[in-house]
């Protein structure tokens, strides 16, 4: 596609469950990024992948988040044991190479509802 | 559909007049700035950007100014349209480490009245 695509777009868990959010990035774009945006707030860094390389995970809040980007392209970001305070909207964005911008595409987001 | 965000300041203008929104960022050894517009239901969306050896830079119809004095980036848009309410965000990246780490500011909500 010619986008950032984020799937699904919304989702729902109870307290407890485990998430996995998808991102398709660019075709062809060597770096991902994930971000969380919690309501009424700009985004905030979680994590960044060049290639299959996680390269800076210091954003991620606790060791109940984790992403993954095994083959370089497609990257899942998942959440163990979700809390009521992860629910967000979990962004991605992609770049094709070196995060330079202006070419950091973001995608339409997930966002994430905890009961 | 869902709102970007409820508790953010607001800017309203009316159509035809110009725009500023204002933004205080906190890392002096940031060496690149973007604004980004943000519309219910969608991502960011890069608007311009400068890097911090300048102090203007402008594009279609949006200007941005940079003051490294005071930590100060503007975005103005001339001729404000119905399709410019969104919620604007102001972006530092650091010029070390995680490069490509973009840090948001809170963000300003515009609302362009007819």
């Known amino acids: 596609g010619a986008g950032v695509s984020q799937s699904p777009r919304y989702k729902v868990a109870k307290r407890g469950q485990d998430v996995a959010l998808r991102c398709d990035p660019i075709?062809?774009?060597?770096?991902l990024f994930w971000y969380q945006q919690a309501l009424g707030q700009g985004p905030e860094f979680l994590t960044y992948?060049?290639?299959?390389?996680?390269?800076?995970k210091s954003g991620l809040p606790s060791d109940r988040f984790f992403a993954e980007r095994p083959e370089g392209s497609v990257s899942t970001l998942k959440i163990q044991r979700t809390q009521q305070e992860d629910s967000a909207v979990y962004l991605c964005?992609?770049?094709?190479?070196?995060?330079?911008?202006?070419?950091?595409?973001f995608g339409s987001g997930t966002r994430l509802t905890v009961v | 559909g869902e709102s970007v965000g409820l508790h953010l300041p607001t800017l309203s203008v009316q159509e035809g007049d110009n725009s500023i929104i204002n933004c205080a960022y906190s890392?002096?050894?940031?060496?690149?700035f973007i604004w980004y517009k943000q519309e219910s239901g969608k991502g960011p969306q890069f608007i311009i950007d400068?890097?911090?050896?300048?102090d203007k830079r402008q594009g279609q119809r949006v200007t941005v100014l940079l003051n490294k004095t005071v930590k100060h980036l503007s975005l103005q848009i001339a001729a404000t349209q119905p399709g410019d309410s969104a919620v604007y965000f102001c972006?530092?990246?650091?010029?070390?480490?995680?490069?490509?780490?973009?840090?948001f500011g809170t963000g300003t909500r515009l609302q362009v009245t007819l």
């Open positions: 964005a992609s770049s094709p190479r070196g995060g330079r911008v202006p070419g950091y595409t």
């Open positions: 075709s062809g774009h060597v770096s």
């Open positions: 992948f060049q290639n299959e390389a996680q390269l800076d």
């Open positions: 890392n002096s050894a940031s060496d690149y």
């Open positions: 400068i890097r911090s050896n300048m």
């Open positions: 972006a530092e990246k650091g010029s070390s480490g995680t490069a490509s780490k973009l840090t």
